[in-house]
T-cell receptor
């Protein structure tokens, strides 16, 4: 199957700082990438859909100025959590979709802890 | 938008028994229904999927059925093993766009 990597795997930061998370498709070109947030014992909640070369589409209730998404190439999308606060602490997971496929392949996730 | 309900939220079965998880969806135009398995702290992994033009699909001990009229689909795991213990998520993809809507998840525990 297709491989998606995510970096870093975990990060601890101070309140008010910004954190960047990278999502890479390693062996295929991802025309679309998705960013999810998952709180403990809860489901995956879609935050935004990222298409290469265009602006991301955010889900209702997700602040686009707080969660900056850049999909600069067919293999890389980044999520920047700006001015992070403790309530932003969560498990952030990306997934990637190739143009010719239906299956979303997930990255290993990034556990963010904001102190 | 699409709404996906999943039941039960927890399921405990004896090793060797079967496990069944059910999901309903709201968008009648949804056309793709994957199931993911997620172990603690790990990424969701696709275990099986079904498209709207098929009523049933099987892969070894795992099977999925789809009833488009009733807008529900189910995951069946037979001969469960302790390594089947995980959280299982159903999802549905609407006709517009590629995004998936996930169910709330089912925590499955297989007791040896």
């Amino acid at each position: 199957g297709a491989v998606v990597s995510q970096h870093p795997s975990r990060v601890i930061c101070k309140s008010g700082t910004s954190v960047k998370i990278e999502c890479r498709s390693l062996d295929f070109q991802a025309t679309t990438m998705f960013w999810y947030r998952q709180f403990p014992k809860q489901s995956l909640m879609l935050m935004a859909t990222s298409n290469e070369g265009s602006k991301a589409t955010y889900e209702q209730g997700v602040e686009k100025d707080k969660f900056l998404i850049n999909h600069a190439s067919l293999t890389l999308s980044t999520l920047t959590v700006t001015s992070a606060h403790p309530e932003d602490s969560s498990f952030y997971i990306c997934s990637a979709l190739a143009d010719t496929q239906e299956t979303q392949y997930f990255g290993p996730g990034t556990r963010l802890l904001v102190l | 938008g699409e709404n996906v309900e999943q039941h039960p939220s927890t399921l405990s079965v004896q090793e060797g028994d079967s496990a069944v998880i059910k999901c309903t969806y709201s968008d009648s135009a949804s056309n793709y229904f994957p199931w993911y398995k997620q172990e603690l702290g790990k990424r969701p992994q696709l275990i099986i999927d079904i498209r709207s033009n098929v009523g049933e699909k099987k892969d070894q001990r795992i099977a999925v059925t789809l009833n488009k009229t009733a807008k529900h689909f189910s995951l069946h795991i037979t001969e469960t093993q302790p390594e089947d213990s995980a959280v299982y998520f159903c999802a549905a993809r609407g006709a517009a766009g590629n995004k998936l809507t996930f169910g709330g998840g089912t925590r499955v525990l297989v007791k040896p």
